[in-house]
């Protein structure tokens, strides 16, 4: 079949109910994009502009349907004072989160144009949306509150003062909405279109309790601001969240990308309510053979087409740094070749 | 002191950048979000956002736009820049999406009298190139048979065949004669990709008694047969539309001419005001898509009035209070032929320019269709006064009366790479203005404005101040 809509054409028509041409084709290719260009992972995560162009190269590449700027999920917590090591072949590592070296109220809300790697994102999204933005969507991955909450502390506290010191666990969730928020304020205004993570508040993390009480109230808080403006929110929680299916439609967002869940289960309980994006196993992607990925992404595209309001085919999680190219295109090809809507 | 809400509607007049709208519409009420909503649909309706909504969704430009600042310029930029959604929820919503082609501004007028039914003109998808900064459509065109020497409406075959800027329509009508040749060639590719065009001929208006003098006039400038057969054509319309709706109500079309009417007024008198005001109190790109909403109200007619009714309260309020969005001594200008590019009225205005008349080609879009006689002839009467299909002296006259009498200092006339109707007219443009300074800038592709147009621009303002 010949392809008759670009990315951003077929995008912005499955955000409106239309049934595009084909479904979107985006597996989570962010920082593998490196080595598509073969620079250093740490000149991807500290050069906006290395970045935009390793994820244009990837897109020239394998063809697929979205730029994905995307370091780690720490990026605005490091921004508020937490420490990370910044290895030369690997993605930045959490050393010292900024609450244990001072209190809750000392916390401000970073300025995206000087405060820690934002201006990192900034600089790559202005980049990609230059080059391709008529014809590709410009998603721009934000980790969620909570996630930069777990980000600015040491974790087993964290969730222990869930429990004993409950304001001082709102505090740092206020601060942490209002600081992404701000960066999401900068983001939009510079093309990107903010696609959520909260991998910290996935279950195989956190209860479904902890996430009802802690994560979700301010999921729907960065929602709702979105929401003011009209954007389609894509929400995406790594891992395992089969317990907590029932509770995703209430976040709000428009889009749900799935990880470690039954493909057919979440199209049971989602499916009338929100775009389900998803879910091809992230390990596989790396370690299968071309042929195999091929026929698995047939079947789970071919499901994945049934849902009622729209579906993008993808992996469950972002694609391991050094997955081998042919697998990537296995992928695609497989999805782009069952994955007609138009006759 | 003023009240937040008062504020965010009447701010001091101002353009300002995308950023600032952003800034701005945090500021808006949920409540006023929730108010405005087009097919009276509260679901999937609403359409008071800001310009970073479109710039993140592929319209490029709006980033180097500059916008006016008040709420009813929120409104309508919101409303216009939501379009594509809008036809699509109206094919979701089980209305009749229909097509019309190459008369500007009557046919809709028609269609409008049958109930759930939805005109647009597919050719206005030719600003979307320059709002997304693309030629996406444009080569796509190319691809499909329309050479890159052709007019920028091409893009509308594109947006045929993608079907990801409206929905296949129930019907097309395409009106062919004294139309837009190259826009001829496009619409009998459409016809080409599947598509039955209801086709209709529009007479050329020119002045033959000179030489037919059993012709009668009766005061029209024409052959009175030339509106006998627009009747002709138009019944032909209704009767299909008859046939698709199962309504046929005349009286419908009378109350169609009164809405019609309506918003022609309300727009003829924010002109009005704009043009005489001490300072310009909206900017030439928001005046423009508010004269081009004559077309068809943006597929929503009803709340479109509403809309311009704002626009209009805005544009009194301001001309009162001797606030504007220019410089007092920004030199008057006129606009002939529309700019294609939106980011070139930006550009004149930035560079001490003021857009005090304009010649869009859509004449009869803006004049009142009589109501007080047969609907039919009513219409093809307004047709009768386009601009597009008489004389070169004819549509410049008004122009050139502005410029004997000093209203206006120099016209700037925007000359479009393969339109027919620009290759062939702007020159002679040129030679019926001759008493006032003119400045012809062929439109480029999209984001193609270089620094000499620029600086061409800015040396004509210089020489005219």
């Known amino acids: 079949m010949t392809e008759l809509l670009t990315p951003r054409e077929r995008f912005n028509l499955l955000v409106i109910d239309e049934k595009p041409d084909r479904c979107n084709v985006l597996p989570l290719i962010t920082s593998h994009s490196a080595t598509v260009t073969g620079i250093t992972m740490r000149e991807y995560y500290t050069d906006g502009v290395a970045l935009a162009r390793s994820q244009i190269a990837a897109i020239e590449e394998y063809g697929h349907d979205a730029i994905s700027i995307f370091t780690e999920v720490g990026i605005i917590a490091e921004a508020m004072g937490s420490e990370f090591e910044y290895p030369e072949d690997d993605l930045p590592i959490l050393k010292t989160p900024a609450l244990d070296r001072v209190e809750v109220d000392k916390l401000a809300v970073p300025d995206p144009a000087r405060d820690g790697r934002l201006r990192v994102y900034l600089d790559a999204i202005r980049y990609a949306y230059d080059a391709l933005a008529d014809r590709y969507p410009i998603f721009a991955y934000i980790p969620a509150p909570f996630t930069t909450a777990m980000m600015l502390s040491n974790p087993d506290r964290f969730l222990a003062d869930t429990i004993r010191n409950p304001d001082r666990v709102k505090s740092v969730m206020e601060i942490s909405l209002e600081a992404t928020i701000r960066f999401v304020r900068d983001i939009i205004n510079t093309g990107g279109l903010p696609l959520i993570v909260d991998p910290l508040a996935s279950s195989s993390v956190i209860s479904p309790r902890m996430f009802r009480g802690l994560a979700l109230p301010y999921e729907q808080a960065l929602i709702k601001y979105l929401h003011r403006f009209d954007f389609d929110v894509i929400l995406h929680i790594c891992g395992d969240t089969t317990p907590i299916l029932d509770l995703l439609p209430d976040t709000g967002a428009d889009l749900i990308s799935l990880d470690k869940v039954e493909l057919i289960n979440a199209m049971g309980k989602l499916s009338k309510k929100m775009r389900i994006i998803g879910n091809y196993d992230t390990s596989a992607i790396m370690t299968n053979k071309p042929d195999e990925i091929s026929h698995r992404v047939k079947e789970m595209v071919k499901l994945g087409m049934t849902t009622e309001k729209g579906y993008i085919a993808s992996t469950g999680c972002e694609v391991p740094i050094r997955t081998p190219r042919e697998n990537l295109k296995a992928f695609i090809g497989a999805a782009k070749e069952v994955g007609w809507y138009w006759e | ?465």
């Open chain 2, 1 to 465: 002191m003023i009240k937040p809400v008062e504020y965010i509607k009447n701010p001091p007049p101002a353009k300002i950048t995308l950023e600032s709208w952003t800034e701005q519409f945090e500021k808006v009420p949920d409540e006023e979000i929730k108010r405005y909503t087009y097919y009276h649909n509260n679901d999937w309706g609403r359409y008071l956002f800001p310009p970073v909504l479109f710039m993140v969704y592929g319209a490029r430009e709006l980033k180097r736009l500059k916008l006016d600042n008040s709420f009813a310029a929120l409104r309508m930029w919101g409303f216009v820049f939501n379009e594509t959604e809008r036809l699509f929820r109206a094919g979701q919503s089980d209305k009749k999406v229909i097509a019309t082609m190459g008369d500007l501004g009557i046919i809709p007028i028609i269609i409008q009298s049958f109930p759930n039914c939805v005109p647009f003109y597919p050719e206005c998808i030719w600003w979307t190139p320059f709002f997304r900064e693309s030629t996406e459509l444009l080569d796509f065109a190319t691809k499909l048979g329309i050479p890159e020497a052709a007019c920028f409406s091409r893009a509308c075959l594109s947006a045929f065949h993608k079907r990801a800027y409206f929905p296949r329509p129930e019907m097309v009508i395409a009106s062919t004669g004294a139309s837009c040749d190259d826009y001829s060639c496009i619409m009998q590719q459409v016809e080409d990709l599947g598509y039955e065009p209801l086709w209709i001929e529009i007479p050329l208006r020119r002045e033959l008694q000179k030489y037919l003098s059993a012709d009668k006039y009766e005061n029209a400038g024409y052959p009175v047969r030339f509106e006998d057969y627009l009747i002709s054509e138009y019944k032909t319309v209704w009767n299909k539309m008859t046939a698709l709706t199962g309504i046929n109500n005349l009286n419908r079309l009378k109350d169609s001419i009164i809405k019609a009417n309506r918003l022609r007024g309300l727009v003829e008198e924010i002109k009005n005001i704009a043009g005489q005001a001490e300072i310009q109190p909206l900017p030439a790109l928001e005046m423009m898509t508010i004269e081009f909403g004559n077309l068809y109200g943006y597929a929503d007619m009803d709340e479109w009035i509403s809309i311009v009714e704002m626009l209009l309260d805005l544009v009194r309020e301001r001309a009162a209070k001797k606030v504007g969005v220019l410089d007092r001594d920004a030199v008057p200008v006129a606009w002939v032929t529309p700019s294609a590019d939106p980011y070139l009225l930006n550009l004149v205005e930035n560079l001490g320019g003021r857009v005090v008349a304009t010649e869009y080609v859509i004449n009869q879009a803006l004049v009142p269709v009589e109501e007080n006689i047969d609907p039919f002839r009513a219409l093809a009467r307004a047709f009768m006064k386009s601009s597009l299909n008489g004389s070169t002296s004819e549509r410049v006259k008004r122009i050139a009366g502005m410029a004997g009498s000093g209203q206006i200092k120099g016209v700037i006339i925007t000359n479009m790479l393969g339109a027919s109707h620009c290759a062939m007219e702007t020159r002679l443009i040129e030679k019926e203005l001759q008493s006032v300074p003119v400045l012809v800038i062929d439109v480029p592709a999209p984001f193609g404005i270089t620094e000499q147009i620029r600086t061409r621009i800015e040396a004509f303002m210089e020489t005219i101040r």
